[in-house]
Nanobody, 113 residues
Framework: QVHFEESGGGLVQPGGSLTLSCVAS????????MNWYRQSTEKKRELVAA????????IYADSVKGRFTISRDNAKNTLYLQMNNLKVEDTALYYC??????RGQGTQVTVSS
């Protein structure tokens, strides 16, 4: 059974940092590109970052370039999102997923002073 378990969200002040993790199971993690998405009540779902199956290629939304870093550890079936210099507008539910496989329930990130 396919499962994604996100963790690492929380409340942080503007300018702070958080690292999100996503542990995947039930499919061949190392064979699939992986994505981080986010959605807030004010905005539509947004693709935040994506990474190829072999870690070679990454893409980022313009809104997070230079602040967020996506990475993966195929040996641990785990996807990461390092988020630095967080802004209020980064507040959202963040979830991981893979195309045609599925996605998790998400972890809430709230940036507020």
């Amino acid at each position: 059974q396919v499962h994604f378990e996100e963790s690492g969200g929380g409340l942080v002040q503007p300018g702070g940092s958080l690292t999100l993790s996503c542990v995947a199971s039930g499919f061949s993690f190392s064979d699939h590109a992986m994505n981080w998405y986010r959605q807030s009540t004010e905005k539509k779902r947004e693709l935040v970052a994506a990474i190829s199956s072999n870690n070679a290629d990454t893409i980022y939304a313009d809104s997070v370039k230079g602040r967020f870093t996506i990475s993966r550890d195929n040996a641990k079936n785990t996807l990461y999102l390092q988020m630095n210099n967080l802004k209020v507008e980064d507040t959202a539910l963040y979830y991981c997923g893979a195309a045609r496989i599925g996605r998790g329930q998400g972890t809430q990130v709230t940036v507020s002073s």
